[in-house]
């Protein structure tokens, strides 16, 4: 089948993306992704396509995505099952699902927008947000706002400010937590089988101990550090008190969230 002007665009941007040739990138169309490329330009699908160009993966029992040896590959997702390794590309349909499909024979224009995504994903959105739209709407006149009414727009900018708030304040949450070191993976097999063995490595429980003792001391100094912050501020309002509780949590969130990691499960099933 004659691939359409509309498919060639797009495999021709996949290709920059990816740095790879058209030919290669046109596969994509071309696989068992067919489908979802026609619902897309149908209208009939989801008004939005993911493209990713990275090598396979597993999930193990543990939840723990693991990488599979081979060749780079297309996945073609809606976003919500694939797992991005790298950056992919996507696109976007302009018109309301079910509304009307896109002019395939269009090689380009405003029906179907795109961009570069990478799986730093709060790091990308903060930097589109803040340095990209956020000026933008700042600087917009009397005169862009057309139609819109007086409220509607102070509610709109109120919203957009919030959002673009948080997007910084859950960045800084991922730059500013503490790490829990991963134990040596070379006592893998020894740690999935320590309630079968009789006599367990030695050195393997007093490595798991010592990260365990680490851990403990990160995780004290990191909220004895938030507590002496608040205390040197002796002029703190009620802002600030709230911000100490934000951060607080945050810091409490992340932690939690390393400690139900398999990582961390593994190093307390040996000790216990």
């Known amino acids: ?70 060749h780079k590959e297309f996945f073609v997702t809606d976003g919500e099952k694939v797992k991005l390794k790298g950056k992919g590309v996507y696109f976007v349909r302009t018109a309301p699902p079910g509304t009307k499909g896109i002019n395939v024979g269009s090689a380009n224009d405003n029906e179907v927008l795109f961009g570069e995504i990478s799986e730093h994903t709060v790091t990308s959105l903060n930097t589109i947000i803040n340095q990209v739209y956020k000026p933008l709407v700042d600087r917009l006149e009397v005169q862009d706002w057309g139609v819109c009414e007086e409220e509607q727009k102070k509610e709109f900018t109120s919203v957009f400010d919030k959002f673009a708030n948080e997007l910084k304040e859950a960045l800084k949450s991922l730059q500013t937590n503490i790490t829990l070191e991963p134990y040596d993976r070379r006592w893998e097999n020894e740690a999935r089988n320590i309630h079968n063995t009789r006599v367990p490595d030695t050195q393997m429980i007093a490595e798991f101990e010592r990260i365990f003792n680490d851990w403990s001391e990160q995780i004290q100094e990191a909220l004895e550090g938030a507590d002496a912050e608040r205390k040197d501020e002796k002029d703190a309002g009620p802002r600030q008190e709230l911000d100490y509780w934000k951060q607080r949590m945050r810091k409490l969130t992340g932690i939690s969230e390393q400690l139900r990691s398999k990582n961390c499960r593994t190093v307390y099933d040996v000790l216990t």
Request: no cysteine; net charge negative.
């Open 1 to 70: 089948m004659a691939m359409s002007a509309r498919a060639k665009w797009m495999a021709s941007v996949i290709a920059d993306v990816f740095k790879i040739g058209e030919y290669d990138a046109q596969e994509v169309f071309r696989s068992g992704s067919q489908p979802q490329f026609e619902e897309f330009f149908k209208g009939t699908g989801p008004a939005r396509i993911f493209v990713y160009y990275q090598t396979p993966y597993k999930v193990t029992e543990a939840g723990e995505i693991v990488d599979v040896a081979g």
